[in-house]
């Protein structure tokens, strides 16, 4: 009969620190492991692991495997806009990837219903997520951060027809699906303060919003509906992102400003709010983001904004409790 210490030399290298050494009892082995934040698949890999381990020892007829797991709160951050066509899901995406290569165990969802581009932007596009039970399975990117999008549940280019009590619903199964050890999900809402927003809102409160504007009045105007959305609802504001901010032509250097200058920063400002920083209207974020290659994602010059911004969200969070 094995004893202790050959009892956790066996499991170890499977269940880390999940599981105490099993107790035997007549060439039984019981084992208590922990599944807190695994999602269904891994679970049931690390058990089927340990019992094949343990059933190998001599002396060992049989294994019993215990599981629990303790509620791990999952927070929100919400990434708005005002209006369309400023750049939102870029910044979203690149949010994530920044987070998650900055050590946070960060998902993405596509909450923008009716026009969903995460997938492209992720490289996630003809993927479909599996599902077990109702709940589905948010699909794995090369970039670390698991993604779900209405654009993975329905062929590309087809409209997304509708009313609002569906794409709260929908917004629903992507918010609660397997999230698995996912501990932040930034979510990429529509523009506007719409049906999509007020259901997350009811249902699935965010612990923080960002919104994203360009420099330009028109904007501003808008993206400052947002922030009274959010305000009103009583969701901390982690702060506006500036994007398209300012224009270094390639071939003499020159940096203008065809939307402006400055008009997020002023703004937060005027609204007592922290401006997370400025994102510039390059091509190579567009280039890389069309090839569904987050900026990022890489070392180049092009991630340097994004990991900026994800640092002061990284300190936004930590002072908000975690």
């Avoid at 960060?106 to 993927?127: K, N, Q």
């Avoid at 039970?133 to 590309?156: A, D, H, W, Y």
Wanted: charged share 20%; with cysteine.
């Amino acid at each position: 009969m094995p004893d202790q210490d050959q009892l956790r030399a066996a499991i170890a290298p499977i269940v880390g620190s999940r599981a105490a050494a099993p107790r035997v009892t007549d060439g039984r082995a019981s084992l208590i492991l922990d599944v807190t934040g695994l999602d269904p698949a891994a679970r049931d890999a690390m058990a089927d692991a340990a019992r094949a381990a343990l059933i190998a020892l001599p002396g060992i007829s049989d294994v019993r495997i215990a599981m629990t797991a303790s509620r791990r709160e999952r927070r929100i951050l919400a990434v708005g806009s005002g209006k369309g066509g400023v750049g939102k899901s870029t910044v979203a995406a690149n949010l994530a990837v920044a987070l998650a290569r900055a050590g946070h165990k960060t998902g993405l969802v596509d909450a923008d219903i009716y026009g969903p581009s995460v997938p492209r932007l992720m490289g996630a596009e003809g993927i479909r997520p599996e599902a077990e039970g109702n709940k589905m399975i948010p699909v794995p990117t090369r970039f670390g951060v698991p993604v779900l999008s209405m654009g993975q549940l329905v062929e590309p280019g087809r409209a997304i027809a509708w009313r609002g009590p569906m794409a709260g619903n929908a917004l629903g199964q992507l918010l609660d699906a397997h999230w698995g050890e996912t501990e932040l999900l930034i979510v990429d809402l529509p523009p506007g303060t719409g049906d999509v927003q007020l259901s997350m809102l009811s249902k699935h409160k965010p612990a923080g919003a960002i919104i994203v504007s360009t420099p330009q009045d028109l904007a501003l105007i808008d993206a400052a509906r947002a922030v009274d959305l959010f305000a009103q609802a009583g969701v901390p504001m982690v702060g506006l992102i500036e994007n398209m901010a300012g224009y270094a032509c390639p071939h003499c250097g020159q940096v203008s400003d065809p939307f402006g200058a400055g008009g997020a920063q002023a703004a937060a400002a005027a609204m007592n709010l922290p401006f997370l920083g400025r994102v510039p209207l390059e091509i190579a974020i567009r280039q890389a983001s069309d090839a569904g290659e987050p900026p990022a994602a890489t070392d180049s010059f092009v991630a340097d904004p994004f990991r900026t911004i994800a640092a002061k969200v990284a300190a936004w969070l930590d002072q908000a409790g975690g």
